[in-house]
T-cell receptor
Framework: NAGVTQTPKFQVLKTGQSMTLQCAQDMNHNSMYWYRQDPGMGLRLIYYSASEGTTDKGEVPNGYNVSRLNKREFSLRLESAAPSQTSVYFC??????????FGEGSRLTVL | EDQVTQSPEALRLQEGESSSLNCSYT??????LFWYRQDPGKGPEFLFTLYSAGEEKEKERLKATLTKKESFLHITAPKPEDSATYLC??????????FGAGTTVTVRA
């Protein structure tokens, strides 16, 4: 049982390049989330998907787009990467009990 | 504004030296307070959920308690494997958790 799987684990981009972070969960959860984690700032919600077919902005959505491809998969896209988007990105999912289950993270550096 | 503050930022303990971590929060209508453990290079791992003042949860050497304004994570007789960053979060609506910055605990043998 893999839980929440994110790819890639590491990525280096140049300013202006685009990329997509992939996330898949195998727990049959309805809700999925993308967070970013920066030193001293805690986890901040970028976008979430309450259920298949819906997506909503979180606290820090600017510069990002998301796609809920199906119940299992939720991707995060950076259209034109900026150094301020250097961070660790976590995908998470939740079921009826409300607690979040996180992936192992994707470490992104934008030069 | 919903806010979660954790203290201290870092805690260094000797093996067996019990201590407590604090999570203070301001949120209109608490709908759950969560504790997570995060190891270096890993994603947060769920520990506890608390819903009402006076509630307590325990798991091995960890015990979480909740009042109307704060939560404590007590670590009793810690071992080196308890070294991690402990995150606190409060649910502010159906889909949003507001996280604190975490307390990094280091337990020396």
């Amino acid at each position: 049982n893999a839980g929440v799987t994110q790819t890639p684990k590491f990525q280096v981009l140049k300013t202006g390049q685009s990329m997509t972070l992939q996330c898949a969960q195998d727990m049959n959860h309805n809700s999925m989330y993308w967070y970013r984690q920066d030193p001293g700032m805690g986890l901040r919600l970028i976008y979430y998907s309450a259920s298949e077919g819906t997506t909503d902005k979180g606290e820090v959505p600017n510069g990002y787009n998301v796609s809920r491809l199906n119940k299992r998969e939720f991707s995060l896209r950076l259209e034109s990467a900026a150094p301020s988007q250097t961070s660790v990105y976590f995908c998470a999912s939740s079921g009826n009990t409300g607690e979040l289950f996180f992936g192992e993270g994707s470490r992104l550096t934008v030069l | 504004e919903d806010q979660v503050t954790q203290s201290p930022e870092a805690l260094r303990l000797q093996e067996g030296e019990s201590s407590s971590l604090n999570c203070s929060y301001t949120v209109s209508g608490l709908r759950g307070l969560f504790w997570y453990r995060q190891d270096p290079g890993k994603g947060p791992e769920f520990l506890f959920t608390l819903y009402s003042a006076g509630e307590e949860k325990e798991k091995e050497r960890l015990k979480a308690t909740l009042t109307k304004k704060e939560s404590f994570l007590h670590i009793t007789a810690p071992k080196p494997e308890d070294s991690a960053t402990y995150l606190c979060a409060v649910r502010v609506n159906d889909y949003k958790l507001s996280f604190g910055a975490g307390t990094t605990v280091t337990v020396r043998a």
